[in-house]
T-cell receptor
Framework: AQTVTQSQPEMSVQEAETVTLSCTYD???????LFWYKQPPSRQMILVIR??????QNATENRFSVNFQKAAKSFSLKISDSQLGDTAMYFC?????????????FGQGTTLQVKP | NAGVTQTPKFQVLKTGQSMTLQCAQD?????MSWYRQDPGMGLRLIHY???????DQGEVPNGYNVSRSTTEDFPLRLLSAAPSQTSVYFC?????????????FGPGTRLTVL
């Protein structure tokens, strides 16, 4: 069974600085997909970034980038130039590449507060 | 295009009562699913559907029923509510059950069972 672990329940960062959120996962699959979702106080789940395991290049989306270490089963999210609107809970999620079921397995979440 | 809608936004039930959480999408998505979110546990999959007439169980299906009679709607039924079902419930949909398809989430329903 796959598991996703986020070991940082809460983090804070000063506005304009950079912060990295950690995520590790466990799987025996060779092909899979990893995601970071953002949940602001509005409760809406928003996809931030996606990484395909067979791609060696780390995904980037504007100020958001990942450090994907397949051998270490690590998938961290770096937020550059943090903004007040980045304050949210962030979830790391895994989806297996086999069996076309679309099941997402989520980590416990990390609450990020961006301070002015 | 309303995306994924959920009703109600909030609900309080007494133990033993039944109710249906509604989920609808207007994007002609084949894949729909229900998750529950509990503090410290992230989101966990309850049930999912890969198309009209097809449903299957997720990680935590006990106490919940689903059906998918149309592409647009995927209601979640609690037959006899229990305090352990107090949670925030999210419905999600995607074009197909594929990894490259972005899953869109509804705004959630906060359910309290007394």
């Amino acid at each position: 069974a796959q598991t996703v672990t986020q070991s940082q329940p809460e983090m804070s960062v000063q506005e304009a600085e950079t912060v990295t959120l950690s995520c590790t996962y466990d799987t025996s699959e060779s092909n899979y997909y990893l995601f970071w979702y953002k949940q602001p106080p509005s409760r809406q789940m928003i996809l931030v970034i996606r990484q395909e395991a067979y791609k060696q290049q780390n995904a980037t989306e504007n100020r958001f980038s990942v450090n994907f270490q397949k051998a270490a089963k690590s998938f961290s999210l770096k937020i550059s130039d943090s903004q007040l609107g980045d304050t949210a809970m962030y979830f790391c999620a895994f989806m297996a590449g086999s069996g076309n079921t679309g099941k997402l397995i989520f980590g416990q979440g990390t609450t990020l507060q961006v301070k002015p | 295009n309303a995306g994924v809608t959920q009703t109600p936004k909030f609900q309080v039930l007494k133990t033993g009562q039944s109710m249906t959480l509604q989920c609808a999408q207007d994007m002609n998505h084949e894949y729909m699913s229900w998750y529950r979110q509990d503090p410290g546990m992230g989101l966990r999959l309850i049930h999912y559907s890969v198309g009209a007439g097809i449903t299957d169980q997720g990680e935590v299906p006990n106490g919940y029923n689903v059906s998918r009679s149309t592409t647009e709607d995927f209601p979640l039924r609690l037959l006899s509510a229990a305090p352990s079902q107090t949670s925030v419930y999210f419905c999600a949909s995607s074009y197909r059950a594929g990894r490259t398809d972005t899953q869109y989430f509804g705004p959630g329903t906060r359910l309290t069972v007394l």
